[in-house]
């Protein structure tokens, strides 16, 4: 098993330009959730899913856009990127929100 | 929105010290997460904790839920350099939400 992939890794975006963060899980687990980390600010929710179909907003939830069409996959969208979005991103996954297993992180910079 | 306030938010100690990170929340908490997150790395899940007064040992760490459910600690004895990294405790946001402490970053001096 892969875990929680991420991609990419590393990104440096224009202000204004848009893009995605993928994140895959090959675990089977219901709930994924995508976090920002800044220093001294903690892991803060910005979307999660409870299931295929099914996603609401979490604390910081301005400036990005999530789907899940499928079980495995759950893409973060920056429709116009800030340089207030500099963060390092972070998905997770788990069987509920409890338990959650985190990916490798993607850092992103917006200049 | 519900929150977890933990500290300190900084730890140094000399390797082979102790090391007590506590968390505290407004409300009672049904079940409360740790999780440790090496410098660079990702959060690596630790631990739950689900009734009141539970004490759980993983070798050298001791993790503890209070009886009310509002406050949990994260206890380290003769830490070493591995244990350096920043460790949170995370508890239900509201909804199906993981709210995660500030975290604590621990330092050793070895």
């Known amino acids: 098993n892969a875990g929680v992939t991420q991609t990419p890794k590393f990104q440096v975006l224009k202000t204004g330009q848009s893009m995605t963060l993928q994140c895959a899980q090959d675990?089977?687990?219901?709930?994924m959730s995508w976090y920002r980390q800044d220093p001294g600010m903690g892991l803060r929710l910005i979307h999660y899913s409870v299931g295929a179909g099914i996603t609401d907003q979490g604390e910081v939830p301005n400036g990005y856009n999530v789907s899940r069409s499928t079980t495995e996959d759950f893409p973060l969208r920056l429709l116009s990127a800030a340089p207030s979005q500099t963060s390092v991103y972070f998905c997770a996954s788990g069987w509920d929100r409890n338990t959650i297993y985190f990916g490798e992180g993607s850092w992103l910079t917006v200049v | 929105g519900q929150q977890v306030m933990q500290i300190p938010q900084y730890q140094h100690v000399q390797e082979g010290e102790d090391f007590t990170t506590y968390c505290n929340s407004s409300?009672?908490?049904?079940?409360i997460q740790w999780y440790k997150q090496r410098p660079g790395g990702h959060p690596v899940f630790l631990i739950q904790l689900v009734k009141s007064g539970e004490v759980k040992k993983q070798k050298r760490l001791t993790f503890q839920f209070g009886e009310a459910k509002k406050n949990s600690s994260l206890h380290i004895t003769a830490t070493q350099t591995t244990d350096v990294g920043t460790y949170f405790c995370?508890?239900?946001?509201?909804?199906?939400?993981?709210?995660f402490g500030q975290g604590t970053r621990l330092t050793i001096n070895p």
């Open positions: 409300t009672t908490l049904s079940n």
């Open positions: 995370a508890g239900p946001g509201g909804a199906q939400k993981l709210v």
């Open positions: 675990m089977n687990h219901e709930y």
